[in-house]
């Protein structure tokens, strides 16, 4: 691991304190090097959500040491002033919907990263335009979001994650909406796009469809992570 | 930058608009409210500016003619006129009723002017159609606003004069337009008597040893002459010769004709200060309430639209977007939507309601300029609650679970 990438290392979690304190996560170790797309898998209720939120920086872990992007971000606390610049800057998010914002149109869904990072609009407008030529969605740039097929959006959903080209993307069930062919479209544009970009991405996932395709796996159960080697065939 | 709150309301352009329609309609209730106070105001000066007086004489120790009832010998104008620094006087009376022509009626205020020529205290300024009153009785010379037309018949008590002229915005401070008829006329229908009340007070007056006394001939037909004449006035009309202060010539009338005076700024005072003082309290309480209801709507509608979009809020401080970026959001729609309900408010004052409203709507522009400064803070004070639980939305909430 060259420090790039997504280093995690005993992150733990615990909600309320005493006799009804409940441990989220007890020890969580990840890596996911740069241009690598890891799958983590659980059960309900088994902390893939509370990992993604910590990850995500929008809880605080109780403990550990997170490293996104090269950066340590976490060691037993937050090493970072301004979460919402990390998150805007660092961080890439996909969700299960799509939830792009319904009075903007397609290209300014995308386009408003880059532009809340201060980037001048039209440089903005451009990024935007060059991933909707990669993720095939460029005929729809003017559309609004309620003019898009489910798939559509679920890949301006993944632009706007990636417009800030930031090292980390968390995806959170970003298939769940898809039929199979859909779904492992999906997944194959993160991947081309996490090898390009040179992006960690972590897919958050309950779906048979695309546990196949990971090459590695991460599983948690009760707040700990054990790591598995997956298949990694993309149909 | 994109401008967040300009594309959200584009994106319901429909929901807003009818909402701004629903709240201009307030608003416009409002402005109408202050154009009713302002129209009052404007009535009373009116009421002086067309008297044409500087000073008012008046029964002492009151606040007549205007406000209270005021009754002066009507000789009395020969020793005023007769002061140092009084140029013209005038007598003048004053009565509210209801003018009749026809099957209908009028309410207005009959206002007896001495004969005299246009320029004496009293008479209306100018006319916009026919002519002065050049006859000793049963002319007249009417408002507009009264509905009558030159050459009208109207009945004023049992006698009927004709409308020889017309004037424009001659009005009580009520807002009742003004008739103007001689004043021996005018005093007679103050005090005129129905034909039964006269027999009746004659006999009683017949009865009365006092005044029925067989070794006093005439007595009784002087006590009988006397009861039905009216030798009184409301008040006597006062223009002071230029080059004398007003207060030092009222000072001296008061001093030596034990009268009371007062000058214009004085009878002003009376007319604001105490006349529609108690209309222009609830017409202020009228404003505060609306302005109270507008802004719970506006607070409403913000916080409904807000809460509307709390996962598209969630996602916007998930992806990095700044707490006064959101902030702002909401007021810019806050702002906009009070706009939109000014623009449709200031119309509906200005061409709906103020032309089809009994009373005198007066909008003035600083009040449109007051009524845009309070609709802002109005808005901006709404759409705190709706900031407040917009900033508290949890960016997590973007990622569920």
């Known amino acids: ?235 | 930058m994109i401008s967040l709150a300009g594309r959200d309301i584009m994106h319901a352009w429909g929901k807003f608009v009818f909402t701004g329609v629903g709240l201009g309609l307030l608003i416009g209730v409002t402005l109408s409210m202050a154009g009713i106070y302002r129209g009052m105001v404007d009535d009373g000066k009116v009421l002086l500016d067309n008297s044409g007086a500087d000073l008012w004489v008046v029964q002492k120790d009151t606040l007549g003619p205007y406000a209270e009832s005021s009754s002066i010998y009507e000789d009395t104008w020969r020793a005023v006129a007769g002061m140092r620094g009084v140029e013209r006087v005038a007598n003048v009376t004053y009565l509210t009723m209801q003018v009749r022509k026809g099957d209908r009626d009028v309410r207005a205020m009959v206002t007896g002017v001495t004969a005299g020529a246009p320029g004496t205290p009293g008479w209306p300024p100018y006319l916009v159609a026919g002519r002065q009153i050049t006859r000793g009785h049963y002319e007249a010379v009417a408002d507009i606003a009264s509905g009558f037309s030159l050459g009208d018949r109207l009945r004023i008590r049992r006698n009927q004069y004709t409308v020889v002229g017309l004037t424009r915005r001659m009005v009580s401070s009520n807002g009742d337009p003004m008739v103007f008829i001689p004043l021996k006329d005018a005093q007679e229908a103050q005090f005129l008597k129905d034909n039964d009340a006269i027999h009746q007070q004659r006999r009683r007056t017949a009865a009365n040893p006092a005044f029925n006394r067989p070794q006093v001939p005439g007595l009784l037909d002087a006590v009988i002459d006397s009861q039905s004449t009216n030798p009184y006035v409301n008040a006597i009309l006062v223009q002071t010769a230029s080059g004398h202060d007003d207060e030092e010539v009222a000072e001296s009338i008061r001093r030596w004709q034990r009268l009371t005076v007062y000058t214009r700024s004085q009878m002003e005072e009376i007319l604001l200060g105490k006349l529609i003082a108690t209309s222009a309290k609830q017409i202020g309480m009228f404003l505060v309430i609306l302005s109270i209801v507008s802004a719970a709507i506006v607070a409403f509608i913000i916080y409904t639209l807000t809460l509307g979009k709390i996962r598209e809020i969630a996602v916007l401080k998930l992806i990095g977007t700044r707490n006064r970026t959101i902030a702002a959001m909401i007021l810019q729609q806050a702002i906009a939507l009070g706009a939109i309900g000014f623009v449709v408010g200031k119309i509906t004052a200005t061409l709906l309601m103020a032309p089809i409203f009994p009373k005198y709507v007066l909008l003035e522009p600083m009040d449109s300029v007051r009524g845009i400064i309070a609709v802002v803070v109005i808005c901006v004070l709404s759409s705190i609650i709706a900031i407040r639980a917009a900033l508290k939305v949890d960016p997590a909430e973007a990622i569920g679970g």
């Open chain 1, 1 to 235: 691991m060259t420090g790039k990438g997504i280093l995690i290392e005993g992150l733990s979690k615990r909600y309320g304190s005493g006799d009804t304190a409940v441990d989220a996560l007890k020890k969580v170790d990840m890596q996911v090097a740069p241009g690598e797309v890891v799958g983590l898998i659980g059960p309900s209720g088994s902390g893939k959500t509370t990992l993604l939120k910590a990850l995500g920086a929008v809880i605080e872990p109780t403990s550990g040491r997170m490293t996104l992007g090269g950066e340590v971000i976490y060691d037993d606390r937050w090493l970072i002033k301004d979460l919402r610049a990390l998150r805007r800057d660092k961080i890439g998010f996909v969700f299960q919907a799509p939830y792009l914002i319904p009075f903007l149109n397609v290209t300014d869904n995308v386009a408003l990263l880059p532009m809340l990072a201060g980037i001048p609009n039209a440089e903005a407008r451009q990024r935007a335009t060059e991933l909707f030529q990669a993720l095939d969605v460029e005929h729809r740039a003017k559309a609004m979001p309620s003019q898009l097929s489910g798939g559509e959006q679920q890949r301006v959903a993944i632009a706007r994650g990636l417009v800030n080209r930031p090292p980390v993307i968390l995806a959170d069930e970003p298939t769940a909406p898809l039929d199979s062919e859909r779904a492992l479209a999906v997944i194959r544009i993160l991947n081309d796009m996490a090898r390009k970009l040179e992006t960690a991405i972590i897919v958050v996932t309950h779906d048979e469809k695309i546990i196949p395709t990971f090459k590695r796996i991460y599983h948690i159960r009760d707040g700990v992570t054990y790591e598995e080697a997956g298949e990694g065939v993309l149909l």
